[in-house]
Nanobody
Framework: QVQLSESGGGLVQAGDSLTLSCAAS????????VGWFRQAPGTLREVVAA????????WYPDSLKGRFTISRDNGKNTVELKMNSLTSEDTAVYYC?????????????????WGQGTQVTVSS
């Protein structure tokens, strides 16, 4: 079991960068693949990045490649999401999620553990 909490959200200007952090307060993240998701009002939750338990493999949707970067530090029990060139379309609640095992998944239903989310608001 693992308990996750996100931090780093806030209000930023269009074009700014922001780094979100996902920390495990209970359990060890090193044996879990982790995904970052976001959900804007009235929309479905969508994956924005995923990383294998080792950190060797990462995945991004084509629309976010080059702008979002996921990384992890298993020694610190954290996974980060760095977001560059933010636009108002990036405004959403961002969640990290974990599933035991090495491989990451693209779908929210594949993840067993979720944080409470952190709000990111980008003003234009």
């Amino acid at each position: 079991q693992v308990q996750l909490s996100e931090s780093g959200g806030g209000l930023v200007q269009a074009g700014d960068s922001l780094t979100l952090s996902c920390a495990a307060s209970v359990g060890t993240l090193s044996t879990f693949a982790v995904g970052w998701f976001r959900q804007a009002p009235g929309t479905l939750r969508e994956v924005v990045a995923a990383i294998s338990s080792s950190g060797i493999s990462t995945w991004y949707p084509d629309s976010l490649k080059g702008r979002f970067t996921i990384s992890r530090d298993n020694g610190k029990n954290t996974v980060e999401l760095k977001m560059n060139s933010l636009t108002s379309e990036d405004t959403a609640v961002y969640y990290c999620a974990a599933v035991r095992g090495g491989s990451y998944y693209y779908h929210a239903s594949s993840y067993d553990y979720w944080g409470q989310g952190t709000q990111v608001t980008v003003s234009s």
